[in-house]
């Protein structure tokens, strides 16, 4: 079963325009986790939040955690064409080991 | 260093037929998950495997099985295949296990099952 449910499914924007991508989970998590997949390829590791933080930063990207709401965000700032793919997020257990449960993902579009 | 390798990239086969796939970690990575990613489920745990041991399964039929060698590179075998089997298979290795590692995808087998 899934642990994450992204929101919205699907977002197109213009290139420059800033995309965010919503999160929200079931249990409690070790960590949560965001993934970028081009066209059905193999996934990109983005950035990693723990449990105990709030908001990342990395290049362009910014996530925020509320583990209350149990709710994440994926803000990536001035879209690119080559930004357009699916995204995912993943979050950690608490149990040994490296399982991750995966949402069902948002499909973002980029158009120049 | 070279990235994580899966063979082969696509696989066609028939129904009850059984399947193994392969993956090679990063050099020195340990620990090698696997995901099996459909359309309608998403993406779902298969097993991981660390240092040879299955560390965690995922809700699966024993129809899927893996293992791991001692070069940490990892197969999964699929017996008595069936429609549904029809997915991308995506394996990820970490440096060691555990919740907070970052994991590496390979590009994935693509499986059709007729």
């Known amino acids: 079963s899934q642990q994450g449910e992204e929101d919205p499914q699907a977002l197109s924007i213009q290139e420059g325009e800033n995309a965010t991508m919503n999160c929200s989970y079931k249990t409690s998590i070790n960590n949560l986790q965001w993934y970028r997949q081009n066209s059905g390829r193999g996934l990109v590791h983005l950035i990693l939040?723990?449990?105990?933080?709030r908001e990342k930063h990395s290049g362009r990207l910014r996530v925020t955690l509320d583990t209350s709401k149990k709710s994440s965000s994926l803000l990536i700032t001035a879209s690119r064409a080559a930004d357009t793919a699916s995204y995912f997020c993943?979050?950690?257990?608490?149990?040994?080991?490296?399982?991750?449960?995966f949402g069902k993902g948002t499909t973002l579009s980029v158009s120049s | 260093k070279a990235g994580v390798t899966q063979t082969p990239r696509y696989l066609i086969k028939t129904r009850g037929q059984q399947v193994t796939l392969s993956c090679s970690p990063i050099?020195?990575?340990?620990?090698v998950s696997w995901y099996q990613q459909t359309p309608g489920q998403g993406l779902q745990f298969l097993f991981e495997y660390f240092s040879e041991t299955q560390r965690n399964k995922g809700n699966f039929p024993g129809r899927f099985s893996g293992r791991q060698f001692s070069n940490s590179r990892s197969e999964m075998n699929v017996s008595t295949l069936e429609l549904g089997d029809s997915a991308l298979y995506l394996c990820?290795?970490?440096?060691?296990?555990?919740?907070?590692?970052?994991?590496?995808f390979g590009p994935g087998t693509r499986l059709l099952v007729l």
């Open positions: 990820a290795s970490s440096l060691v296990s555990g919740p907070a590692e970052t994991q590496y």
């Open positions: 050099s020195g990575h340990r620990s």
């Open positions: 993943a979050t950690a257990g608490h149990k040994a080991g490296t399982a991750l449960i």
């Open positions: 939040i723990r449990s105990n933080e």
